[in-house]
Protein backbone atom coordinates (compact mmCIF):
# COMPACT_ATOMS: atom_id res chain seq x y z
CA UNK A 1 0.00 0.00 0.00
CA UNK A 2 2.67 2.19 0.83
CA UNK A 3 4.51 1.66 -2.57
CA UNK A 4 1.00 2.37 -4.50
CA UNK A 5 0.66 5.35 -2.44
CA UNK A 6 4.18 7.00 -3.35
CA UNK A 7 3.60 5.93 -6.81
CA UNK A 8 -0.06 7.49 -7.29
CA UNK A 9 1.92 11.23 -5.83
CA UNK A 10 4.35 10.99 -8.35
CA UNK A 11 2.33 10.05 -11.39
CA UNK A 12 -0.08 13.13 -10.13
CA UNK A 13 2.77 15.28 -9.19
CA UNK A 14 4.37 14.54 -12.99
CA UNK A 15 0.53 15.17 -14.57
CA UNK A 16 0.32 18.37 -12.82
CA UNK A 17 4.02 19.51 -14.00
CA UNK A 18 2.90 18.30 -17.86
CA UNK A 19 -0.21 20.63 -17.23
CA UNK A 20 1.69 23.54 -15.87
CA UNK A 21 4.15 23.24 -19.21
CA UNK A 22 1.63 23.47 -21.76
CA UNK A 23 -0.26 25.95 -20.40
CA UNK A 24 2.06 28.19 -21.88
CA UNK A 25 0.57 29.55 -25.64
CA UNK A 26 3.87 30.98 -26.80
CA UNK A 27 6.45 27.48 -27.31
CA UNK A 28 9.84 28.40 -28.34
CA UNK A 29 8.87 27.99 -32.14
CA UNK A 30 6.07 30.89 -31.89
CA UNK A 31 6.26 34.75 -31.67
CA UNK A 32 3.69 37.64 -31.27
CA UNK A 33 3.65 41.23 -33.20
CA UNK A 34 0.89 44.14 -31.92
CA UNK A 35 0.20 45.89 -35.45
CA UNK A 36 -1.39 48.78 -36.10
CA UNK A 37 -3.12 51.18 -38.41
CA UNK A 38 -0.13 53.80 -38.88
CA UNK A 39 2.88 51.43 -39.54
CA UNK A 40 4.01 51.26 -43.24
CA UNK A 41 5.06 47.38 -43.51
CA UNK A 42 6.85 45.18 -40.94
CA UNK A 43 9.33 42.61 -42.08
CA UNK A 44 9.64 39.29 -40.11
CA UNK A 45 11.60 36.20 -40.66
CA UNK A 46 9.52 32.52 -39.98
CA UNK A 47 12.13 29.54 -39.69
CA UNK A 48 10.76 26.73 -41.50
CA UNK A 49 7.82 25.18 -38.66
CA UNK A 50 7.48 28.16 -37.00
CA UNK A 51 4.86 30.82 -36.75
CA UNK A 52 3.90 34.50 -35.59
CA UNK A 53 0.76 35.85 -33.87
CA UNK A 54 -0.43 39.11 -34.82
CA UNK A 55 -2.92 41.11 -32.71
CA UNK A 56 -3.52 37.82 -30.38
CA UNK A 57 -5.91 36.84 -32.22
CA UNK A 58 -3.86 35.79 -36.24
CA UNK A 59 -1.28 33.28 -36.64
CA UNK A 60 1.00 32.63 -39.77
CA UNK A 61 2.78 29.17 -39.81
CA UNK A 62 5.67 28.85 -42.41
CA UNK A 63 4.63 25.00 -43.09
CA UNK A 64 7.34 24.43 -45.48
CA UNK A 65 8.69 24.76 -49.31
CA UNK A 66 6.59 22.87 -51.80
CA UNK A 67 9.44 23.14 -54.73
CA UNK A 68 12.26 24.84 -55.32
CA UNK A 69 13.74 25.65 -58.79
CA UNK A 70 15.31 28.94 -58.29
CA UNK A 71 18.31 29.42 -60.42
CA UNK A 72 21.15 28.89 -57.97
CA UNK A 73 24.05 31.87 -57.13
CA UNK A 74 26.82 30.26 -58.69
CA UNK A 75 25.16 29.49 -61.90
CA UNK A 76 24.05 30.94 -65.06
CA UNK A 77 20.31 31.22 -65.93
CA UNK A 78 17.96 31.81 -68.71
CA UNK A 79 15.18 32.66 -66.23
CA UNK A 80 15.33 33.12 -62.60
CA UNK A 81 13.80 30.12 -61.24
CA UNK A 82 10.52 30.18 -58.64
CA UNK A 83 9.92 28.91 -55.40
CA UNK A 84 6.92 27.77 -54.27
CA UNK A 85 6.02 28.62 -50.20
CA UNK A 86 3.62 27.13 -48.42
CA UNK A 87 1.52 29.24 -45.02
CA UNK A 88 -0.74 28.26 -42.94
CA UNK A 89 -3.39 31.33 -41.39
CA UNK A 90 -5.42 30.54 -38.89
CA UNK A 91 -7.27 33.61 -37.30
CA UNK A 92 -11.07 34.03 -36.17
CA UNK A 93 -12.93 34.14 -39.16
CA UNK A 94 -10.83 31.74 -41.33
CA UNK A 95 -8.49 28.66 -41.38
CA UNK A 96 -6.72 28.57 -45.31
CA UNK A 97 -3.69 27.35 -46.76
CA UNK A 98 -1.79 29.66 -49.13
CA UNK A 99 1.15 29.33 -51.79
CA UNK A 100 3.45 32.17 -52.14
CA UNK A 101 6.16 32.44 -54.77
CA UNK A 102 9.28 33.97 -55.09
CA UNK A 103 8.94 35.07 -59.00
CA UNK A 104 5.60 33.87 -60.08
CA UNK A 105 2.16 34.70 -59.19
CA UNK A 106 0.63 35.24 -56.58
CA UNK A 107 3.14 37.31 -54.25
CA UNK A 108 0.53 37.85 -51.44
CA UNK A 109 -2.20 37.39 -50.05
CA UNK A 110 -4.90 39.73 -47.88
CA UNK A 111 -6.52 38.87 -44.88
CA UNK A 112 -8.82 40.92 -42.62
CA UNK A 113 -6.94 44.51 -42.88
CA UNK A 114 -3.78 43.14 -43.95
CA UNK A 115 -1.93 42.19 -46.67
CA UNK A 116 1.00 39.38 -46.30
CA UNK A 117 3.79 39.66 -49.12
CA UNK A 118 6.36 37.08 -49.71
CA UNK A 119 9.70 38.92 -50.15
CA UNK A 120 12.27 36.23 -49.87
CA UNK A 121 13.23 32.62 -49.51
CA UNK A 122 15.89 32.05 -47.64
CA UNK A 123 19.08 30.59 -48.09
CA UNK A 124 19.89 30.81 -52.13
CA UNK A 125 20.45 28.12 -54.19
CA UNK A 126 23.76 26.26 -54.71
CA UNK A 127 24.57 23.92 -57.83
CA UNK A 128 26.38 21.65 -55.79
CA UNK A 129 24.21 21.79 -52.68
CA UNK A 130 20.70 20.22 -51.56
CA UNK A 131 18.56 22.18 -48.99
CA UNK A 132 17.01 19.99 -46.44
CA UNK A 133 13.46 21.31 -45.77
CA UNK A 134 14.33 22.24 -42.24
CA UNK A 135 16.97 24.60 -43.55
CA UNK A 136 14.56 27.14 -45.04
CA UNK A 137 13.15 30.12 -43.83
CA UNK A 138 11.42 33.06 -45.28
CA UNK A 139 11.06 37.24 -44.77
CA UNK A 140 7.41 37.87 -44.69
CA UNK A 141 6.05 41.73 -45.13
CA UNK A 142 2.97 42.55 -43.74
CA UNK A 143 1.28 45.69 -44.12
CA UNK A 144 -2.04 47.58 -43.74
CA UNK A 145 -3.94 46.33 -46.58
CA UNK A 146 -5.04 50.26 -46.97
CA UNK A 147 -1.99 52.09 -46.88
CA UNK A 148 -3.31 55.34 -45.47
CA UNK A 149 -0.72 58.09 -44.50
CA UNK A 150 -1.49 59.82 -40.59
CA UNK A 151 -2.12 63.46 -40.73
CA UNK A 152 1.15 65.33 -40.47
CA UNK A 153 2.27 66.38 -36.65
CA UNK A 154 3.67 69.55 -35.38
CA UNK A 155 7.46 70.24 -35.14
CA UNK A 156 8.48 71.01 -31.45
CA UNK A 157 10.16 74.43 -31.06
CA UNK A 158 12.79 74.00 -28.15
CA UNK A 159 15.76 75.94 -26.47
CA UNK A 160 18.89 74.36 -28.04
CA UNK A 161 19.73 73.73 -23.98
CA UNK A 162 16.76 71.76 -23.55
CA UNK A 163 18.17 68.86 -26.07
CA UNK A 164 17.95 66.63 -22.76
CA UNK A 165 14.45 65.97 -23.65
CA UNK A 166 14.98 64.25 -27.42
CA UNK A 167 14.51 60.47 -26.76
CA UNK A 168 17.96 58.56 -28.00
CA UNK A 169 16.65 55.08 -29.19
CA UNK A 170 18.03 54.23 -32.54
CA UNK A 171 16.04 55.18 -35.79
CA UNK A 172 17.16 54.51 -39.07
CA UNK A 173 15.98 57.14 -41.78
CA UNK A 174 15.89 55.50 -45.03
CA UNK A 175 14.37 58.84 -47.11
CA UNK A 176 12.71 62.48 -46.91
CA UNK A 177 11.15 64.93 -48.80
CA UNK A 178 9.91 68.25 -48.23
CA UNK A 179 6.89 69.62 -50.22
CA UNK A 180 6.00 73.04 -49.01
CA UNK A 181 5.60 72.96 -45.35
CA UNK A 182 5.50 69.23 -44.98
CA UNK A 183 8.27 67.23 -44.32
CA UNK A 184 8.22 63.25 -45.00
CA UNK A 185 10.66 60.91 -43.69
CA UNK A 186 10.45 57.16 -43.87
CA UNK A 187 11.79 55.33 -41.13
CA UNK A 188 12.97 51.81 -39.35
CA UNK A 189 13.40 50.42 -36.50
CA UNK A 190 13.38 47.27 -34.66
CA UNK A 191 10.14 46.76 -32.45
CA UNK A 192 6.94 45.15 -33.19
CA UNK A 193 5.21 45.16 -29.46
CA UNK A 194 4.89 48.46 -27.98
CA UNK A 195 4.01 51.81 -29.47
CA UNK A 196 6.87 53.81 -30.56
CA UNK A 197 6.98 57.70 -30.75
CA UNK A 198 8.64 59.40 -33.19
CA UNK A 199 8.88 63.00 -32.71
CA UNK A 200 10.84 66.13 -34.64
CA UNK A 201 12.48 68.85 -32.66
CA UNK A 202 13.77 72.15 -33.84
CA UNK A 203 16.47 74.74 -31.87
CA UNK A 204 14.88 78.39 -31.99
CA UNK A 205 18.19 79.39 -32.18
CA UNK A 206 20.19 79.72 -35.36
CA UNK A 207 23.44 79.77 -37.20
CA UNK A 208 23.73 83.30 -38.79
CA UNK A 209 24.98 82.87 -42.63
CA UNK A 210 24.35 83.40 -45.82
CA UNK A 211 21.52 81.54 -44.99
CA UNK A 212 20.32 81.24 -42.04
CA UNK A 213 21.05 77.51 -40.67
CA UNK A 214 18.32 75.68 -38.85
CA UNK A 215 19.20 72.64 -36.61
CA UNK A 216 16.56 70.09 -36.31
CA UNK A 217 16.57 66.70 -34.11
CA UNK A 218 14.56 63.53 -34.38
CA UNK A 219 13.36 62.11 -31.16
CA UNK A 220 12.41 58.11 -30.95
CA UNK A 221 10.95 56.65 -27.83
CA UNK A 222 10.66 52.82 -28.25
CA UNK A 223 9.05 52.17 -25.01
CA UNK A 224 11.73 49.57 -24.12
CA UNK A 225 10.58 47.34 -26.84
CA UNK A 226 12.10 44.25 -26.59
CA UNK A 227 10.34 42.46 -30.24
CA UNK A 228 12.85 42.32 -33.14
CA UNK A 229 11.18 42.79 -36.00
CA UNK A 230 11.76 45.16 -38.60
CA UNK A 231 9.24 47.83 -39.14
CA UNK A 232 9.08 50.97 -41.91
CA UNK A 233 6.77 53.30 -41.65
CA UNK A 234 6.42 56.92 -43.22
CA UNK A 235 5.87 59.99 -40.56
CA UNK A 236 5.18 63.66 -41.85
CA UNK A 237 5.95 66.99 -39.75
CA UNK A 238 4.42 70.38 -40.49
CA UNK A 239 7.23 73.26 -40.39
CA UNK A 240 4.07 76.17 -40.02
CA UNK A 241 5.43 76.62 -36.34
CA UNK A 242 8.99 76.67 -37.33
CA UNK A 243 8.62 79.03 -40.33
CA UNK A 244 6.19 81.58 -38.14
CA UNK A 245 9.07 81.76 -35.86
CA UNK A 246 11.41 82.29 -38.18
CA UNK A 247 9.28 85.68 -39.46
CA UNK A 248 8.68 87.35 -36.38
CA UNK A 249 11.97 86.56 -34.58
CA UNK A 250 14.18 87.28 -37.25
CA UNK A 251 12.50 88.34 -39.76
CA UNK A 252 13.23 85.96 -42.29
CA UNK A 253 10.88 85.88 -44.55
CA UNK A 254 12.08 83.46 -47.80
CA UNK A 255 14.35 80.79 -47.12
CA UNK A 256 16.37 78.47 -44.71
CA UNK A 257 18.80 75.56 -44.64
CA UNK A 258 17.37 73.00 -42.49
CA UNK A 259 20.34 70.43 -40.60
CA UNK A 260 18.47 67.49 -39.69
CA UNK A 261 20.27 64.85 -37.54
CA UNK A 262 19.28 61.56 -36.27
CA UNK A 263 18.08 60.87 -32.52
CA UNK A 264 21.71 60.11 -32.06
CA UNK A 265 22.74 63.13 -32.72
CA UNK A 266 24.60 61.87 -36.05
CA UNK A 267 23.82 64.26 -39.22
CA UNK A 268 21.90 62.25 -41.64
CA UNK A 269 23.28 61.40 -44.88
CA UNK A 270 21.73 64.23 -46.86
CA UNK A 271 21.13 66.54 -43.64
CA UNK A 272 20.89 69.93 -45.45
CA UNK A 273 17.88 70.91 -47.21
CA UNK A 274 16.81 74.00 -48.27
CA UNK A 275 13.09 75.20 -47.02
CA UNK A 276 11.60 78.11 -48.64
CA UNK A 277 8.94 80.28 -47.87
Not at 156 to 171: P, T, Y
Not at 240 to 245: F, Q, R, T
Request: glycine letters at 4%; aromatic letters at 8%; charged letters at 20%.
Amino acid sequence: MKYRFVISILISGLLLVSCMENHDPLGPDTRSIILSKNIDSITVRLDYGHQIIINNYALLKFEGVESDSRCPIDAICIWPGNGEVKILLTSERQKQNFTLNTFLEPHKFSFDDFTVELKSLNPSRRADQQIKPNEYSIDLMIKPASNSSSASLPVKLIEGSNADQIKRDMLNVNSLTLTRDDLKLNVSYSGGCKEHVIELYAFKEIQKSNLAQVTLLLSHNANSDMCEAYLSKTVSFNLSNLKNHLKFTYNISDKVLLIIHDPSGRPLRDPVIEYSF
